[in-house]
């Protein structure tokens, strides 16, 4: 074999990881700039005058809230996928539900309802920090289901890497919890539960899009799957508390829809989401559930910078340490050569 | 209505042995009346996404001599693995017996 032909086939496998890795990354960056306008919206009406403890009136409001978000996120879907002349195979491949398409329809259930309404039990019941740690694990959930399911492989060195980021994660979340657990408090462990339900969620939502992936685009999958959320929220959920509650959602969606300032925040929320998922997809391709779900971890660092840069109050010390530790873990698995990663399973060939 | 694009490779593939990805992208541009470099470039991606996935596997691999798409890009033979085959199965895109859809 010629050195050229040798050294085209390696930069052939770098350049795919370094593209999956770059997507990945998107997806953290995208990720934590989400928070400031995701976290502005709730300083807007209605979501201001709505008492902590009315917990009937917060998940309402966040269903409707929810829902809406998922419907701006499509638009921006479709004219990415407008753009790279995708919307043609988007309609043959969600039209293929009972062997293809179901798969987003049950990812849409696990990143949506599942994780999005865990992390709010968590955040309501115990507090926002222990509801960022929970989140943290999602990766360890999604590189077992990807392992156990269809045997993705994942190498000493990938999983030394997720260790170290989320062991990073939690030096910058983590001291945050002293102040917030509370022992005594009776319904704490709803929010334990929703912490669960959200690693679990957002774990799972990897694992089950990548099955579908298998046969279909990501960028085509990330609309399948939000198409299915407006449904999953706008034809199911959204009717039922309307019928079987008497919160009043008709007079929280005009509000929401009528009010400049949550309009705004929620078409920038949903172009970070928008484009944070579609990298998030595409990375799943490249180089796997695991790897990929690991470096989108670094969120919490993002999200850490990107409210330092809105608030311009510095974080604590330990901020830096975390920081260290994150991007060690991303170079472990960065520093993994190509050719392992070029193909992503164990599978019978 | 036609396939995902990414299904019309796998059946594509499935007719053959093996193929080049030249000969597999040129009959999905044909599929699906497209042309250009962007499309090239689109259906490469596509079939490296299905050999990570380990859908299909790299049987073989030369520099394109001008013949195929440009000079001294990088070629690769593919072929279905069984594992492909079986996904195949699963999705519907081939008939027969699946556990595991």
């Given at each position: 074999m010629s050195l050229s032909l040798d050294k085209a086939l390696h930069n052939h496998f770098q350049r795919s990881q370094r593209w999956g890795f770059t997507w990945a990354l998107w997806t953290a960056v995208l990720w934590g700039a989400w928070y400031v306008p995701g976290t502005a919206m709730w300083y807007e009406e209605p979501f201001v005058s709505i008492h902590s403890g009315d917990h009937g009136m917060r998940l309402a409001a966040t269903a409707v809230m929810t829902w809406i978000h998922a419907v701006v996120v499509l638009l921006f879907l479709i004219?990415?996928?407008?753009?790279?002349?995708?919307?043609?195979?988007?309609?043959?491949?969600?039209?293929?539900?009972?062997?293809?398409?179901?798969?987003?329809?049950?990812?849409?259930l696990c990143g949506g309802?599942?994780?999005?309404?865990?992390s709010y039990m968590a955040m309501g019941y115990v507090g926002p920090v222990f509801a960022a740690i929970t989140s943290l694990f999602y990766p360890v959930v999604g590189a077992i289901i990807a392992r156990l399911w269809y045997h993705e492989k994942i190498s000493g060195r990938a999983a030394l890497g997720?260790?170290?980021?989320?062991?990073?994660?939690?030096?910058?979340?983590?001291?945050?919890?002293?102040?917030?657990i509370d022992i005594s408090e009776n319904y704490a462990w709803l929010g334990y539960v929703g912490g669960i339900m959200s690693a679990i969620g957002w774990g799972a939502e990897g694992a089950v899009a990548s099955r579908a992936m298998d046969v279909t685009d990501p960028d085509v999958g990330i609309q399948c799957r939000f198409?299915?959320?407006?449904?999953?929220?706008?034809?199911?959920?959204l009717p039922m508390i309307y019928l079987l509650t008497d919160l009043p959602i008709l007079t929280l969606l005009v509000d929401m829809l009528t009010s400049p300032m949550v309009m705004i925040w929620m078409v920038l929320a949903s172009i970070a989401h928008a484009y944070c998922y579609t990298a998030f997809y595409k990375s799943f391709s490249l180089i796997g559930v695991g790897r990929g779900e690991a470096i989108g971890n670094l969120y919490g660092v993002f999200a850490v910078l990107?409210?330092?840069?809105?608030?311009?109050?510095?974080?604590?010390?330990?901020?830096?340490?975390g920081l260290i530790l994150t991007v060690t873990g991303s170079f472990v698995m960065y520093r993994e050569p190509a050719e392992n990663i070029s193909t992503l399973r164990e599978v019978e060939s | 209505m036609k396939l995902p694009q990414k299904g019309f490779l796998l059946i594509t593939l499935n007719q053959y042995s093996s193929l080049w990805d030249f000969e597999l992208i040129q009959r999905a541009m044909v599929e699906y009346e497209l042309q250009g470099h962007?499309?090239?470039?689109?259906?490469?991606?596509?079939?490296?996404?299905?050999?990570?996935?380990?859908?299909?596997?790299?049987?073989?691999?030369?520099?394109?001599?001008?013949?195929?798409?440009?000079?001294?890009?990088?070629?690769?033979?593919?072929?279905?693995?069984?594992?492909?085959?079986?996904?195949?199965?699963?999705?519907?895109?081939?008939?027969?017996?699946?556990?595991?859809?």
């Open positions: 004219i990415w996928n407008g753009m790279l002349g995708k919307l043609r195979d988007y309609g043959r491949t969600i039209v293929r539900f009972r062997r293809i398409s179901k798969w987003y329809a049950l990812a849409s309802p599942m994780a999005i309404f865990g997720m260790a170290i980021i989320i062991m990073g994660g939690m030096v910058i979340y983590g001291p945050g919890l002293f102040g917030e198409s299915f959320e407006i449904l999953f929220w706008g034809v199911l959920v990107f409210v330092m840069a809105f608030t311009l109050e510095l974080p604590e010390w330990y901020f830096v340490l | 962007y499309w090239i470039n689109h259906f490469s991606i596509a079939l490296d996404e299905l050999a990570s996935a380990g859908l299909i596997n790299r049987i073989g691999h030369r520099l394109d001599d001008g013949e195929a798409i440009a000079k001294d890009r990088l070629l690769f033979e593919f072929a279905l693995s069984d594992f492909g085959r079986q996904r195949m199965l699963d999705t519907g895109l081939l008939d027969g017996v699946t556990n595991n859809d």
